[in-house]
C-alpha cells in the first residue's frame, strides 16, 4: 500500500516562510507527476504547484515567484518552499502522486492527509 505523508505545515505571519515535505512510501515502482494541492473553508481545491518526472513545473499564477516546488526521485520525495506568505495562502495542503505500484501493479493517484498551513494578518 502507497502512503503520502505531509509535514512542515504550522502557524506564520505575513511574510513568513513555510516549507512543506511529502514522503511518498510502499511498493513503488515509479512516480510520474507530483502535486500541490490545497483547499479553503468553503472553497475548492486547487492546484497550486506540479513537477513531472522530467523536472518541469508549472505554478498558480497567486503564487508564481513566491513558491518553489522541488522532487527527490531517489527518496520519493517532494518540498514546496513557501515564501512571502499571504493570508490568501491559508488553506489545508494536500500532496498528489501519479504512482504505479509494484505490486499488486497499478497506475492512480495517490493522495495524502493534509496538513494545514494558516498565514496570520
Known amino acids: 500500500q502507497v502512503q503520502l505523508v505531509e509535514s512542515g505545515g504550522g502557524l506564520v505571519q505575513t511574510g513568513g516562510s513555510l516549507r512543506l515535505s511529502c514522503a511518498a512510501s510502499?511498493?513503488?515502482?515509479?512516480?510520474?507527476?507530483m502535486g500541490w494541492y490545497r483547499q479553503a473553508p468553503g472553497k475548492q481545491r486547487e492546484l497550486v504547484a506540479a513537477?513531472?518526472?522530467?523536472?518541469?513545473?508549472n505554478y498558480a499564477d497567486s503564487v508564481k515567484g513566491r513558491f518553489t516546488i522541488s522532487r527527490d526521485n531517489a527518496k520519493n520525495t517532494m518540498l514546496l518552499q513557501m515564501n512571502s506568505l499571504k493570508p490568501e495562502d491559508t488553506a489545508v495542503y494536500y500532496c498528489?502522486?501519479?504512482?504505479?505500484?509494484?505490486?499488486?501493479?497499478?497506475?492512480?493517484?495517490?493522495w495524502g492527509q493534509g496538513t494545514q498551513v494558516t498565514v496570520s494578518s
Open positions: 498528489n502522486a501519479d504512482i504505479t505500484t509494484g505490486w499488486p501493479v497499478r497506475r492512480a493517484d495517490y
Open positions: 513537477t513531472t518526472s522530467g523536472g518541469r513545473t
Open positions: 510502499g511498493s513503488i515502482f515509479s512516480i510520474n507527476a
